[in-house]
């Protein structure tokens, strides 16, 4: 009696807090003191993320796993990063920069409302498109107009930068990286990153992937744990599960969790590289 009655009172104390979601955050992440009100999940085991964690809905500013990214290593916006994700970047900027070569990081983790706010200004034209195409006037079609945005931007929910483990890296466009002071970053990345564990999911189309998102040479993965968060995307979340932004009734019809966000990079899907 007393065995079952301990774990009982276990599972009630386990249950409140591994599936107690965490509110999402109403402001920019970016921009947001610290808040150290909020209730805080202990997500320490990292082979099992809940599937909120997945779809970014959670405060990274009030995450025990994360850390404000100091700011020699970043531009003037705050941002933050899981712990382990910086330490390992600390160590590869600093075996760049031996070499003249500098990281700047442009962007981090980006929670489910920052990118339903970046999603929604392309969804309604607010902001236009990295062709200059204004969404909501020149495509009418929410299929053809979600598929648009897709290019560059995820939809809210399925967007790696809820992780933790993906970065951007000094510009954002794949010209920057391919002569000069770009290219030279590129090349040491391309090189050098993997020993650091970081990895370029969106590597150029038609190479070694079929489907998802347009090269993307700013962006950078670290493998030891976003190949857990990518196999727990393929096993457990679903196209249903992404909602609660304007368009996303077409997220299924899209197949936006294979062609997207397992459209990634086969030398990111596995640390053995
Ligand atoms: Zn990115």
Redesign the pocket.
């Given at each position: 009696m007393k065995v079952i009655s301990f774990l009982s009172v276990l599972t009630v104390f386990l249950n409140f807090f591994s599936c107690k979601a965490q509110p999402v955050a109403t402001s920019s992440v970016e921009n947001k003191p610290l808040d150290t009100s909020t209730h805080r999940i202990n997500q320490t085991d990292i082979s099992n993320f809940t599937i909120d964690y997945l779809m970014g809905k959670f405060d990274p500013s009030d995450h025990p796993d994360f850390i404000l990214i100091p700011a020699q290593y970043r531009d003037e916006e705050i941002r933050y990063i899981r712990k382990d994700v910086l330490k390992s970047f600390i160590s590869m900027y600093d075996a760049a920069a031996k070499e003249g070569i500098y990281i700047k990081i442009r962007?981090a983790t980006r929670n489910f409302e920052n990118q339903k706010r970046i999603w929604e200004n392309k969804w309604t034209g607010k902001t236009l498109l990295e062709d200059k195409m204004n969404a909501a006037l020149d495509i009418k079609d929410d299929m053809s107009r979600a598929k648009k945005i897709l290019e560059y931007s995820s939809m809210p929910g399925t967007s790696r930068?809820h992780w933790g483990t993906?970065m951007?890296f000094n510009a954002f466009e794949n010209e920057w990286f391919e002569s000069g002071e770009g290219l030279k970053i590129y090349s040491w990345l391309s090189n050098h990153g993997h020993k650091y564990g970081f990895c370029q999911p969106y590597s150029k189309m038609g190479t070694d992937r079929y489907a998802g998102y347009f090269e993307?040479k700013?962006?950078w993965t670290y493998l030891p744990v976003s190949t857990k968060l990518t196999e727990q995307a393929k096993l457990n979340l679903k196209n249903e599960m992404i909602s609660g932004f304007l368009g996303a009734e077409t997220a299924a019809k899209i197949d936006v969790v294979q062609n997207y966000i397992l459209g990634i990079s086969p030398a990111c899907t596995s640390t053995k590289n």
């Open positions: 962007s930068h993906d951007d993307e700013w962006h």
